[in-house]
């Protein structure tokens, strides 16, 4: 064994789990062979491992340009798929650490690089470095291709490149599809970008076995649906479509969500459930909605099989005030929200105030705030006051699914959109509203591989691959890895989102750490209670790593 292990060491990292896959490979063969006693009667099918399927190149080593003050080789404009649908977006920007390259000046302003495999950068070499992924797509707007042109700009863009490659990460920005191509455009590029780096992995700096996409809103939306859906087999016509890689993985190893509007297939009904009570002079129809909408989330909640880190089951169930606003899924939401104040108040300097001060600002109106200045720790009446104070509605009824909203998102291409809340479309139904038959028809189309606007939604959900409830449970391979920040007071969707979201990870097999913290005081923002977004980030990564090995 030990020689084997020299002669591997010998041919490369990069080769070993080709080496190895073949070798187990024939190993299983001629058991299978040995124990058939080799009769011509007794034939077994022949398997072998997954080959990358693609006429396109790797990136040409002789292309790369240096960003100098940052010690950062660089290539913009490599394309990730064979037939782009659009190839101003579908191409991909990758930044290296300098460290992990072997130079030689071309003398026009490019350079030849090689793979300097022992070089160490924060404690990884070009071989095993993590690589971050960025998804820029606030409102799950399109990604245009890096632009070169911002390298030469001081932007804080470029210094967050420069601030993970110097901790020996390797840094990818992947365009993309968006809003105005309609789902599951943007994913589908975001997961033919992961293959191409799959395959080019031999070529490249870093583990491509160790991608880590990261993003806000919109970004961290798509950063989630990447994380819970790798190698589901409902993107295989869309990724085909495109000329994506065909015979590897576009599997993550972490997601990292800031503030992600996700789980659009319930938002609406979360919305209302949780600030619809804050809205005020709507009419009486518009009441039914807001009200329907609520209880719906409530029918969600107690079918769907959310439990607490206990195994305890999460309910809601009617209440005197509020529409379903008791049982232990509200008192679980509860909970988070007193656990955010109380971190604030820890993490707090008041400088020339006091925390008992604060508390008395945010009792001004109302007295909803209890706090116990001996053990400095705070208690609120009800998630309605707390939504009443801190988290009004700020979004007009259905806010998900209207026109120019994130109905555009389930469109046909032309930037008009199509509905798609099966739930709003219920409750609509229900009221009789005049509504229904427009939602109605647009939930019947199919896009031209025959995909329902539901089935797209679905992919689009994180939860459809994470929840036990759901028929895409154990279709995906999830990301091991996860941590997610929301801004307790962002009115752009309901708290929920993200508490939904750490309870299916905390509960879905596969997955080994859920990092998830909702953050007093702080809006729609890379929200974070102490330090900077970036640096935690990569912190995560780090220890992420460790914990992998």
Not at 18 to 28: A, E, G, H, K, M
Not at 371 to 379: G, H, I, K, M
Not at 474 to 496: C, D, F, H, M, P
């Amino acid at each position: 064994m030990l020689l084997q292990y020299r002669m591997l060491r010998a041919i490369g990292v990069k080769n070993m789990k080709r080496i190895l896959s073949f070798v187990l490979l024939i190993t299983i063969t001629a058991m299978l062979f040995a124990g058939c006693g080799g009769s011509a009667d007794n034939k077994t099918e022949e398997t072998t491992a997954p080959v990358p399927v693609t006429n396109l190149p790797k990136p040409d080593m002789a292309k790369w340009k240096h960003m100098e003050d940052a010690d950062i080789y660089y290539q913009t404009g490599i394309a990730y798929c064979e037939t782009p649908a659009d190839e101003s977006y579908e191409q991909l920007a990758v930044f290296v650490p300098g460290k992990y390259m072997d130079v030689t000046d071309n003398g026009d302003g490019t350079f030849t690089c090689a793979l300097n495999e022992s070089a160490e950068l924060g404690g990884f070499t070009a071989l095993n470095a993590p690589i971050a992924m960025q998804i820029y797509t606030p409102g799950y707007a399109a990604a245009e291709a890096f632009p070169e042109e911002m390298l030469e700009q001081n932007t804080p863009l470029t210094e967050d490149i420069a601030n993970i490659t110097s901790k020996g990460v390797v840094f990818v920005c992947p365009g993309c599809r968006g809003i105005n191509e309609g789902a599951p455009s943007g994913v589908t590029d975001l997961k033919a970008a992961i293959r191409y780096l799959r395959y080019a992995d031999d070529a490249l700096a870093g583990d491509s076995e160790s991608i880590f996409a990261f993003g806000t809103s919109g970004g961290g939306a798509q950063a989630a649906i990447l994380g819970a859906s790798g190698d589901s087999k409902l993107y295989d016509p869309y990724l085909e479509a495109i000329g994506a890689v065909q015979g590897v993985s576009d599997s993550i190893k972490g997601a990292m969500a800031w503030c992600p509007v996700t789980s659009l297939n319930t938002a609406n009904a979360e919305y209302e459930w949780m600030m619809g009570c804050t809205r005020k002079g709507i009419t009486e129809d518009r009441k039914a909605i807001s009200d329907g909408l609520a209880t719906a989330y409530a029918e969600y909640v107690n079918s769907a099989g959310f439990t607490d880190e206990n195994g305890k089951a999460l309910t809601l169930t009617e209440s005197e005030d509020g529409i379903y606003q008791a049982g232990s899924y509200y008192d679980y939401v509860k909970s988070v929200i007193e656990g955010s104040l109380n971190n604030y108040l820890s993490d707090t300097n008041f400088k020339n105030s006091s925390p008992q001060e604060y508390i008395d600002e945010l009792n001004a109106d109302k007295k909803w705030i209890t706090y116990d200045e001996s053990t400095n720790t705070a208690t609120i009446t009800s998630i309605a006051d707390f939504a009443q104070n801190c988290k009004p509605a700020s979004e007009g009824m259905v806010a998900f699914d209207w026109p120019n909203s994130y109905n555009t998102l389930f469109g046909y291409g032309d930037g008009k959109g199509a509905h798609f809340d099966s739930t709003l479309a219920g409750v609509l139904n229900s009221l009789n509203s005049e509504y229904a038959a427009e939602y109605n028809e647009a939930l019947a189309k199919t896009d031209s591989f025959g995909n329902s606007v539901e089935k797209r939604v679905q992919m689009y959900s994180p939860l459809y691959y994470l929840m036990k409830s759901e028929e895409g449970y154990g279709s995906a391979n999830v990301a091991k890895y996860w941590r997610i920040r929301s801004g307790i007071e962002q009115q752009t969707n309901s708290l929920t989102t993200e508490i939904n979201l750490a309870l299916a990870l905390e509960s879905c097999d596969g997955v080994e750490s859920v990092d998830f913290e909702t953050v007093w005081a702080q809006n729609h923002t890379e929200a974070e209670r102490t330090g900077e977004s970036t640096d935690n980030f990569l912190e995560w990564i780090s220890s992420c790593m460790k914990g992998s090995k």
